[in-house]
């Protein structure tokens, strides 16, 4: 059982294109995430949701918009894809409102803009 | 803000060597700290964790203690092996549901 599953693993597409990520996480966790890996691996949060609700917004573009329709999916939408967006996106869940217990990651999605 | 500073890598060891990562961090409070780990081609994984001051995570041989007078959290290991080779993670929470990551540290075990 896969507890934390985003699609699709792998995106490639051209600039100016709106694409979406989705995740999912059957956990019964309450807080859901997103974060963007550069290319030398750092890893930096974008968003965050608790039970379907905004809690965390960094310094993101407005072109991403997160979309949580449960507490179960949390949806990325990118619109005018450019090429500093190629990275990977990971999803992640935690089971309560502090971050001190386990996040569970999913396995990633690298998005190549050309 | 949190921050959180590991040592660069890549770090290359032979099998059965002594491994430290170090790991210092910022932060207005206690934070609970974390070591996570990335295999290729996978997401991240929690390797172990600790949440106050003179805590001790430990998880597949791997150990690290929060320091509060350093405040460091440095990740060891008596003897790797070459399956232990990933990038390491350190990371920092000290509330509002936000994970602080350093820039990890690319550990390489050879035969």
């Known amino acids: 059982d896969t507890a934390v599953s985003q699609t699709p693993k792998y995106l490639v597409t051209q600039m100016g294109n709106d694409k979406s990520i989705k995740c999912e996480q059957n956990?019964?966790?309450?807080?859901m995430y997103w974060y963007k890996q550069d290319s030398k691996k750092f890893l930096k949060i974008m968003f965050s949701?608790?039970?379907?609700?905004?809690?965390i917004n960094e310094t993101v573009p407005n072109r991403f918009s997160p979309k949580s329709p449960d507490k179960a999916h949390l949806n990325l939408h990118i619109n005018s894809l450019e090429l500093g967006d190629s990275a990977v996106y990971f999803c992640?869940?935690?089971?309560?409102?502090?971050?001190?217990?386990?996040?569970?990651f999913g396995q990633g999605t690298r998005l190549t803009v050309v | 803000g949190d921050s959180v500073t590991q040592m660069e890598g890549p770090v290359t060891l032979s099998e059965e060597a002594f491994l430290t990562i170090n790991c210092t961090y910022t932060?207005?409070?206690?934070?609970?700290l974390f070591w996570y780990v990335q295999y290729p081609g996978e997401g991240l994984q929690l390797l172990l964790k600790?949440?106050?001051?003179?805590d001790k995570g430990s998880n597949k041989g791997f150990e690290a203690t929060y320091r509060k007078e350093t405040t460091s959290f440095h990740l060891e290991k008596g003897s790797v092996q070459v399956s232990d080779s990933a990038v390491y993670f350190c990371a920092s929470e000290g509330g509002g549901n936000k994970l602080t990551f350093g820039t990890g540290t690319q550990l390489k075990v050879e035969l």
């Open positions: 600790a949440t106050k001051a003179d």
């Open positions: 992640a869940s935690s089971l309560g409102a502090r971050g001190i217990t386990e996040a569970f």
């Open positions: 956990l019964g966790h309450d807080t």
């Open positions: 932060a207005t409070g206690y934070p609970s």
């Open positions: 949701y608790n039970n379907k609700e905004l809690i």
